[in-house]
Structure formats: C-alpha cells, structure tokens
Nanobody, 126 residues
Framework: QVQLAESGGGLVQAGGSLRLSCAAS????????MGWFRQAPGKEREFVAA????????SYADSVKGRLTISRDNAKNTVYLQMDSLKPEDTAVYYC???????????????????WGQGTQVTVSS
C-alpha cells in the first residue's frame, strides 16, 4: 500500500514557476514508477510526466516539454514536478500517482497506476 500527498500548488502569473511535491509512504515507493497527471474543469485527466524507479528514464506530454521537469528523491520518498514558464492553459488540479508495475519503465496511462494522491490546485493567471 502506498499513500501519496501532493503539495506546492497555488496561484501564479503566466511566465511564473511552481514546484509541486508528492510525499509517499509505503515500503515499495523506491521501486515504483511515478507519474504526474492533471485535470482541468470539464476535461478528462491527462498525462503530464512520468519517471521510472531510478529516475534515469523520464517522459513528458508534448504540451509541457521544455517547461516542466519531473524528478524524484528515493531517500526522501518524494517525487517533484518543477513547473517553469507557466501558461494559463496549465491551470488544473495536479495529481501524483504510483504504479505497482515492476521493471525499469515509466508509464503514461492512468490505468497503469494503482495509487493516487488527493490533488493540488494550480492556477495560472494571464
């Protein structure tokens, strides 16, 4: 079992930055691929970024490449999402997720994740 808690969301002007954190509890975190997803009002939850267990492999949605960076610190059981050059269209609730799948891959599908945090709101004003 893994429990996840996001923090770091807030209101920021376009062009600004935020750093989201996701603190995990549970013995298997260090081996779990992790991901960030987001959901805007009236839209489906969508993939943002993913990282494999070691941090050596990362993947990003095209809409955030070059602006958002996922990382993890397994010693602290924490995954991060550094968000730079934010745009109004980045406004959403951001969720971190943990997958129980073994191996060295990362995953981009919501169905590939077993544990989810409660989400943190990010609002980017124009």
């Amino acid at each position: 079992q893994v429990q996840l808690a996001e923090s770091g969301g807030g209101l920021v002007q376009a062009g600004g930055s935020l750093r989201l954190s996701c603190a995990a509890s549970g013995r298997t975190f260090i081996t779990n691929p992790m991901g960030w997803f987001r959901q805007a009002p009236g839209k489906e939850r969508e993939f943002v970024a993913a990282i494999n267990w070691s941090g050596g492999l990362r993947s990003y949605a095209d809409s955030v490449k070059g602006r958002l960076t996922i990382s993890r610190d397994n010693a602290k059981n924490t995954v991060y999402l550094q968000m730079d050059s934010l745009k109004p269209e980045d406004t959403a609730v951001y969720y971190c997720a943990s997958s129980s799948r073994s191996g060295s891959n990362y995953y981009a599908g919501t169905y590939e994740y077993d544990y989810w945090g409660q989400g943190t709101q990010v609002t980017v004003s124009s």
